[in-house]
């Protein structure tokens, strides 16, 4: 035993939690006010969902084995083919368009480096039976709030914005057949920082035509230019920019698609996501048309220490009990009693000095501590606010039932130790 988590699996000791705690919340925080509701599935699923689905980049990186019953299952590398599935399942249920939010931990063999993981959280939107691109423009104003509530604005991220069904119709004009298409959209994906002769290599006839599109000014699609519009009207024209080299390594996509990549153009994408049109279907399911995204924990949390905006969600107890030996019973029972009527109340367990449990109040971070000693015997108690080291006398009895009430209550404290 090492003491350390596989290669590539990550410790979230508390201090790490309370920033990853900060990201969820600016996540569900966006999700709900953009009327998104919250989803979850199954960490492992059968291994063909994702076989058949998800394009040739991730299926190399499925953790995948054989369960005690037989079945060929996998750790889910992705939401996007368990949504799918899901509405598939029950889409008559649900009024669309359907716009469901989850938080998943997903897990992909890759080679660890900054930003990769063998897991991650990813926060997912998705829309479905919108056919529309105010759908995909009301994802990215999602994703925008979202990065928004973090602390970080267009001057440091740009949503690149492209259309796969505009490659699609280019290079069908080119007369790429539609089953070579992936092939070169593959290598299109992988075309930011390769060195040029390769991908020209790579990419042979259809190298100059593809150079020239990207190139030139071309007018933008139908598509692009609803989202360019919706997405403005929603408040983020600033965060966007048409980019037509992005076309995406999954499989699925069929439309508009978009990347966030910070604006100095250091880290892998922060998120991508876009239009599956017929994934459902595909899954066995209505046609119901769909897209979103997915917005990874990885390199954004690598963003925010770079911009010092990581914040910690920490949630210490604000009353800290602390008791003289005598009166421990009193002091559980006004803990229990606090708690009970929704305070935060934490106290040493152990037998420890009235100073020491004092340290633990403050190494806790607790805002009061409350002191039950011997002034207990004439019905008072003793706060003191840690920060200042300010304190005063508070009164407590105790009715025939065993509740015990302060006076005044903890929302006075302030006033007590001001006097
Ligand atoms: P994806 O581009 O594979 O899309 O992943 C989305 C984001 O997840 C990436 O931009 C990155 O931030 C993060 N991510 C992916 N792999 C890793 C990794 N190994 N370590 C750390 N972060 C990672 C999808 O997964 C699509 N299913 C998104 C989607 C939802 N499309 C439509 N709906």
Known sequence: MTGQPLPGFRDFFPEDHSTLRSLFSAWREASRRSGFVEFEGPELEALELYTEK????????????????????????????????????????????????????????????????????????????EKGAAADA??????????????LGPKDVVVKVSDRGWWDLFLADQGVKEEKRAEVLRILDKLEGAPTEEWKKKLGALAEPIGNA?????????????????????????????????????????GIVFEVHDRAGKLRAVAGGGRYDHLLKKLGGEDLPATGFGMGDAVLSELLTEKKFLRAESTPPAIFVVAE???RNLALQIAGNLRRNGEAVDYDPGSGKWVKQLELAEARGARWALLVGREAAQGKLLVKELATRKQGEIAFRKSADGAISLEPGVGDWAKVVAS
């Open 54 to 129: 998800s394009g040739e980049e991730i299926i190399g990186q499925l953790y995948h084995f054989k369960d005690k019953g037989d079945r060929e299952v996998a750790l889910r590398p992705e939401l996007t083919p368990t949504l799918a599935r899901m509405v598939a399942a029950r889409h008559r249920n649900y009024r669309k368009p359907i716009k469901w939010f989850s938080i998943p931990r997903l897990f992909r063999y890759e080679r660890p480096q900054r930003g990769r993981h063998r897991e991650h959280y990813q926060w997912n939107c998705d829309i479905v039976g």
């Open 138 to 151: 009301e994802l990215i104003a999602t994703l925008c709030l979202g990065l928004s509530l973090l602390g």
């Open 214 to 254: 990207l190139d030139s000014k071309i007018a933008l699609s139908e598509g692009l230019e609803q989202v360019r519009q919706a997405v403005g009207a929603l408040g983020y024209a600033d965060w966007c920019e048409v980019d037509l080299r992005i076309v995406r390594g999954l499989a699925y996509y069929t």
């Open 325 to 327: 030996s005598a009166e």
